[in-house]
């Protein structure tokens, strides 16, 4: 099955502001085997990396990315929220971080953020980039719109697709498998051991989210999840090394 990977949750964000630059290359010097990430679609049709709708919560400033332009995001402070250290830190595109990735050997989760706000052409517009940098043999997308999911293994059946959810679902490989995505991302509560089991059977890669405790680590990894998306890079590292995982 091969060893649990370590996926960076919005970059090492627990060192770095989250889905910056800074917080990818922090994670990629923290040899984490990947990064997680959000993305949205810009008034004029960029792919930008950002957890949140608007740009309030992270830069301080008013505004939907919907409603911004690329040029009036990349002028906005995404750092300073985090530490002084990090003033005038931008929003990225995805492009950049695709560069980053390609040049890095890093594995993407990519999370489609259109289940609050709809980006129509999000998913043909992540596809075209992944190709252009060559990632998507090294991506999944995944996002909590699951018709989103749909419409990418439509588009792309060999592209890795992950539903996203937060309850307990029962015999979770079913659904996915009716959505057509081809692993899970579960809330990590929801990650029970029977599920996962489950999942394996059925052959469904299991990566859940955002596993920040060290009992919750030693769990998942002595289950063999394929990844764990984590805050904590070199917490979940140790606790791979402790394990052999």
Not at 42 to 58: A, C, L, P, Q, Y
Not at 70 to 79: C, T
Request: charged share 25%; net charge negative.
């Amino acid at each position: 099955m091969g060893q649990t990977k370590v996926l960076a949750h919005r970059g090492y964000s627990s060192q770095a502001p989250e889905n910056t630059m800074a917080a990818f290359r922090l994670a990629a010097e923290a040899d984490a085997d990947g990064l997680e990430l959000d993305v949205h679609l810009t008034k004029d049709g960029e792919v930008v990396v950002i957890h949140d709708e608007t740009v309030k919560r992270t830069t301080g400033k008013k505004g939907r990315i919907r409603d911004l332009t690329l040029e009036e995001i990349r002028r906005l402070d995404a750092g300073s929220w985090f530490s002084e250290s990090f003033n005038g830190e931008p929003i990225p595109t995805l492009d950049e971080v695709l560069s980053l990735a390609a040049d890095k050997g890093l594995w993407l989760n990519i999370e489609l953020k259109n289940n609050k706000i709809r980006y129509p052409g999000l998913e043909q517009a992540v596809l075209e980039r992944l190709d252009r940098y060559g990632m998507a043999g090294r991506t999944v997308l995944s996002s909590f719109n699951h018709y989103s999911l749909r419409t990418v293994h439509e588009l792309r059946p060999d592209i890795d697709t992950a539903i996203l959810y937060m309850a307990d679902l029962v015999e979770p490989w079913h659904y996915a498998r009716h959505v057509g995505a081809s692993s899970i991302h579960p809330y990590w509560p929801t990650a029970r051991d029977e599920v996962v089991r489950g999942c394996h059977k059925a052959g469904l890669p299991v990566r859940p989210f955002t596993v920040n405790r060290q009992e919750e680590m030693r769990r998942l990894l002595h289950v063999s999840v394929e990844a764990i998306i984590t805050d904590y890079v070199t917490r979940l590292l140790d606790e791979r090394n402790a394990t052999g995982s």
